[in-house]
Each structure stands twice: as structure tokens, then as C-alpha cells.
């Protein structure tokens, strides 16, 4: 988020709010989200992507990916953004719906989507069911004739392409679970083609996630327009879908390309590969989550705890301060989960002290519980400071749990100097609320 710090005291202020006053006022653990950076960037994404394609004489919609972060006044401002969204479950859909999303503008995903949340998004009038399996194909159908709907349908396929951060494997086999590979699409096209009920918009491919060039969305693209070709034979094919996974910087060490330049790189190649191809240029879809939200949110913690060790690196003995504080793997599991890079300060007071190197762990009954790995605060930070953890607007809240019993922490939108609640924090009553208790005994 836009940070600044007052020149008084070096207190960290977010969306003009201070930190100390967030946290006296709402507790930490809290995770503060910039409303008009997520706006902003939901906005730049947006803007970014249409105009490198309105270029090429494509018309492109942009869809914000909800599992990066999904509330209702979130959903609002990717919407008001000019942004569709993108759900991937009933729950998703439920409360992309409840904030007043239009239903044409929602796109449903999902590798195992039940008959009840295929049956929903049908009756609720989704714009498009992007179909990841061959049995999908009359399940979608069935529901269709059902509602007495034609239902528009992506199918998602895998390009052989697989991305992640820098580097982009092209011949990365088809191992995993989501999506047909290309080869098959024809004959699950041919299927959805007879299938009355179904209208098939175009094909789908997300090649990964936190993706800093656009060598891999290039490769990938030029790998579906071949077949996009092939399918344009038997009907039309409007548009081409390249899912999400435009990278951030999570600290100063990440370099991701900026949003337009990557937007004209994708552009060039599609309209290339087209020329070549001669095909007309399709209208276009992306599904960015963290690109727009990633770096809009921060997370702030009280320091409690801290503890020297001392270890061996390549330039001899050093001390690294653990530093644990009133959250966690349970509030951010992506270090835990993926040795994600993060970055810490103090926000409360401007410190003098040399740096130390810290590593940042939580407060949960194991010890790969570590929020920042390795950066370096000053060497006086103490029980009581406040530390702010940047970049956590993503897959953060959205992956959150209540190991050993921690509620999760609430979401707090801060704006021109003011701060709301946007989703309430959990209480121990909320944890123990669901336990059936031993009355039944
Ligand atoms: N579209 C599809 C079909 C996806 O599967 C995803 C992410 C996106 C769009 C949005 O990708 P983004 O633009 O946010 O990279 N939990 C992991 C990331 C998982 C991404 C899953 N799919 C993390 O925290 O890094």
C-alpha cells in the first residue's frame, strides 16, 4: 500500500490512518488493505490489458481472480474497476452475487465443480462455466436444458506450458489435475458444439502463478491459437482466455515487468501468431488476482517474544534474531507453504540501531511457522513494536485457518485517513460456536 511515515515520530501511516492507531483500534494481528491502491490497480491491470489489445483490434475483459481475495466491498471495487470476477466455488460465487455483481460477469471455474454449484451458476445466470473435464461437458448440458438456458462455456486446456516467477518450462507435461490437454480439445469441442444448451465461447489456459515475464504466456498463446485455428472449421470461436498470474514485488528483490509493457508482449505475440496463422485476432479475457490486490494489502503484528541464535553462513558465524509475534502460518501460510519471500518493518517508532538480521516466526505450535524468512530490523526492536509485513493482500486472508485455535484476523480498509472493518475478525465464541458441545452426550 501507500505508505508514508510521520516525520515526528517515523510511525508508519497506511492510507493516511497510522499504524498504532489501526492497531489500538481493531488488535493485531489485522490485515490493512489500501482501498485506493486496489482500486488504482485493479484499474491499471484493467486498463493495461484492454488497451494493448484494443490495438490489435481485440476486445479484451479483464476478470479479477476472487480467490486471491474475495469480500463483498472488494468485489465492488473490482466491479466499479470496470473488472468481471472470476469464482471458483459455490462460496465464491455466493458472495460475488451477494455483492451485486452482475451474473453475466462472473466466469466459473473449478476441476470438480458438484452438481448443486454447476446447477446454481446455471440458474443464476453466470456469463461463463469454463469446463475442465470431459464428464463436465453433460453435467454443464443437463443443467442448461434444465434452466432452459444456453449456457456459454470456455474449455480449459493445458498448453504444455508451465510458468513460475522467472522461469517457464515449455515442455512441462501434463501432470496435474486441472484442465484437458490440447490434443483432446477438439473432440471435447466437437462435444460441447452438439450439446445444444451450450454455447462454446473460446479456450482457457492459466500457465501458473507469480510470473514476471511474458516469455511463458507467448509460448502458451501461440500453443492455443494453433488449435484455436483447428476449431475455427467448424464454428466460431470468439474468444481466447489466458488466465492469470502476473507477478509483484514482494521485496526489493523482485523485479516483476510492469503490467502495460507485459500487456504490449502479449498483444504482439497474438497478433503475430494470428498473422502467421491467418486467423482473425480473437477478443481476449485475463484473470489477474494477485497483480491487482497482492501488493495493496499489509499485515501488522505486535512483536513479543525474541530469541539470538547463531548460525553458520558463507561469511562466518552470524546472529539471527527470532522475532515472534501474535500470528502466523494460520494468517499467512505462504511462506510455510511455498518459501514465499516477504519483507518486515518497524511501524510504530523510528529505531537508530544498527540492523540485525530477523526472521520473523508466529506464534503456532511448529516451527516451520515463519512469516518473513530472512531481512533485517533494527537490532533494538523489542517486545511491544509493532511490525508491518507488506504485500500480504493475496492468497493470504483467502488462505487463512484457525490452527491451534487462533481466530482469523479482520481485514480493515484504510482511505484518505480512515479505516472500516470490512470483515469483522474472529472471536473465540465464533471457534467454539460450531463444537456440537457435550449436551448430546
Ligand atoms: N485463473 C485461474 C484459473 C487460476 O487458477 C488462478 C490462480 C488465477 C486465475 C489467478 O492467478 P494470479 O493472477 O493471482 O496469479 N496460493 C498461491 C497461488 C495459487 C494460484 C491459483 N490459481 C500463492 O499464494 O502463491
Known amino acids: 500500500p501507500r505508505t508514508a511515515e510521520r516525520e515526528s515520530s517515523g510511525e508508519l501511516q497506511i492510507g493516511g490512518v497510522p499504524a498504532t492507531e489501526i492497531a489500538r483500534q481493531f488488535g493485531t494481528p489485522v490485515y490493512v488493505i489500501d482501498e485506493r491502491e486496489a482500486r488504482e490497480r485493479a484499474d491499471d491491470v484493467r486498463g493495461a490489458l484492454q488497451d494493448a489489445f484494443e490495438k490489435i483490434g481485440s476486445h479484451t475483459h479483464v476478470y479479477y481472480a476472487g480467490k486471491a481475495l474475495l469480500t463483498s466491498v472488494v468485489a465492488r471495487w473490482m466491479v466499479d474497476a470496470g473488472c468481471r470476477i472470476d469464482v471458483c466455488s459455490g462460496g465464491e460465487l455466493a458472495v460475488a452475487l451477494a455483492a451485486g455483481v452482475e451474473p453475466g460477469d462472473i466466469g466459473f471455474h473449478g476441476n470438480n465443480k458438484s452438481l448443486s454449484e454447476i446447477d446454481r451458476a446455471v440458474g443464476s445466470g453466470v456469463g461463463t462455466i469454463i469446463i475442465d473435464s470431459i ?125 502495460s509493457d507485459l500487456a504490449d508482449a502479449i498483444a504482439a505475440i497474438v497478433r503475430d501468431e494470428c498473422g502467421k496463422l491467418q486467423i482473425p485476432v480473437p477478443d481476449m479475457a485475463f484473470e489477474p488476482g494477485r497483480a491487482i490486490i497482492g501488493t495493496a494489502g499489509i499485515t501488522l503484528y505486535e512483536a513479543g517474544t525474541t530469541k539470538p541464535v547463531t548460525v553458520e553462513t558463507a561469511e562466518g ?20 507453504l511455498y518459501d514465499a519471500d516477504y519483507s518486515v518493518r518497524i511501524a510504530s517508532r523510528r529505531s537508530a540501531s544498527t540492523p540485525a538480521l530477523v526472521r520473523i516466526a508466529g506464534k ?78
Not at 162 to 185: N, P, R
Not at 246 to 257: H, L, M, N
Not at 317 to 336: F, K, Q
Not at 376 to 394: M, N
Open 135 to 259: 464428464q463436465e461437458i453433460g453435467r454443464v448440458a443437463e443443467a442448461a436444458a434444465r434452466h432452459g438456458v444456453r449456457q456459454r462455456v470456455r474449455l480449459r486446456v493445458n498448453s504444455g506450458v508451465h510458468a513460475h516467477t522467472h522461469e517457464f518450462l515449455a515442455t512441462a507435461h501434463e501432470d496435474q489435475k486441472f484442465g484437458l490437454s490440447l490434443e483432446d480439445a477438439p473432440d471435447a469441442v466437437q462435444r460441447i458444439r452438439h450439446a445444444e444448451s451450450l454455447e462454446f465461447v473460446g479456450l482457457h489456459c492459466h500457465i501458473g502463478s507469480q510470473i514476471f515475464g511474458a516469455g511463458g504466456f507467448a509460448e502458451s498463446a501461440a500453443r492455443l491459437l494453433s488449435v484455436h485455428k483447428e476449431l475455427l472449421r467448424d464454428g466460431p470461436v470468439p474468444e481466447l482466455n489466458l488466465g492469470g498470474g502476473f507477478g509483484i514485488a514482494y521485496t526489493s528483490a523482485d523485479a516483476p515487468t510492469p503490467i
Open 317 to 336: 558465524p552470524h546472529t539471527r534474531l527470532y522475532v515472534s509475534v501474535d500470528g502466523g502460518m494460520s494468517d499467512n501460510a505462504r511462506t510455510a
Open 364 to 441: 503456532h505450535c511448529e516451527s516451520g511457522d515463519i512469516v518473513v524468512s530472512d531481512d533485517y530490523l533494527p537490532s533494538d526492536v523489542k517486545p511491544g513494536d509493532l511490525l508491518a509485513v507488506p504485500a500480504t493482500g493475496a492468497y493470504c486472508w483467502s488462505l487463512a485457518s484457525n490452527y491451534n485455535y487462533l481466530g482469523r484476523p479482520p481485514i480493515v480498509a484504510v482511505r484518505d485517513g480512515h479505516a472500516r472493518v470490512i470483515v469483522r475478525g474472529e472471536t473465540e465464541a465464533d471457534l467454539m460456536a460450531r463444537d456440537a458441545g457435550l449436551d448430546g452426550r
